[in-house]
C-alpha cells in the first residue's frame, strides 16, 4: 500500500508540475506608412497581449502627419512574436487576411515597419 501511496504522489507531481516559460520585458516601436490616404483622423494598432487590445486602438501618433505614424509599447511577454492589425479612421486593414506577426528582437528592442493594408 505504502508504494502506491508513493506512486500515486509521483505521478500527481509529474502531473501538476508545468514547464513554465521564461518571461521578459520587450519594447516594440511601430512605424506605419500611411501615406496615399486621405484625410486621416485617427490612425491606431490593435493586437493581441498587454498593452494592446483587439477591442481598442493603441493611438499611434504622426511623425510625418499624413505619411508616418508610430508608436512604441513595452510589455513583459514569453512569447516570440505579437499579432497585430493596424486601423485607420476606424477602419481594420487586410480584411479577410492572416493577421501580422511582429517577431520580437532578442535584444527586447524590436523595430517594426508596415504599410498600411499591404502584406510587407
Known amino acids: 500500500m505504502k508504494k502506491i501511496n508513493i506512486l500515486y504522489f509521483v505521478i500527481f507531481g509529474l502531473l501538476t508540475s508545468s514547464c513554465v516559460q521564461?518571461?521578459?520585458?520587450?519594447?516594440?516601436?511601430?512605424?506605419?506608412?500611411?501615406s496615399g490616404i486621405?484625410?486621416?483622423k485617427s490612425v491606431g494598432l490593435r493586437g493581441d497581449g498587454k498593452p494592446l487590445s483587439w477591442d481598442e486602438d493603441f493611438e499611434m501618433k504622426p511623425l510625418i502627419k499624413d505619411s508616418l505614424y508610430t508608436t512604441t509599447f513595452s510589455g513583459k511577454t514569453g512569447y516570440?512574436?505579437?499579432e497585430i492589425k493596424f486601423v485607420v479612421n476606424g477602419e481594420f486593414e487586410l480584411k479577410d487576411k492572416d493577421n501580422r506577426q511582429?517577431?520580437?528582437?532578442?535584444s527586447r528592442k524590436t523595430i517594426y515597419k508596415a504599410t498600411f493594408n499591404k502584406n510587407d
Not at 521564461?22 to 500611411?34: A, F, K, R, W
Not at 511582429?102 to 532578442?106: I, L
Open 38 to 40: 486621405k484625410d486621416i
Open 80 to 82: 516570440l512574436f505579437a
Open 102 to 106: 511582429v517577431y520580437f528582437d532578442k
Open 22 to 34: 521564461e518571461s521578459y520585458n520587450q519594447t516594440v516601436t511601430v512605424i506605419l506608412d500611411v
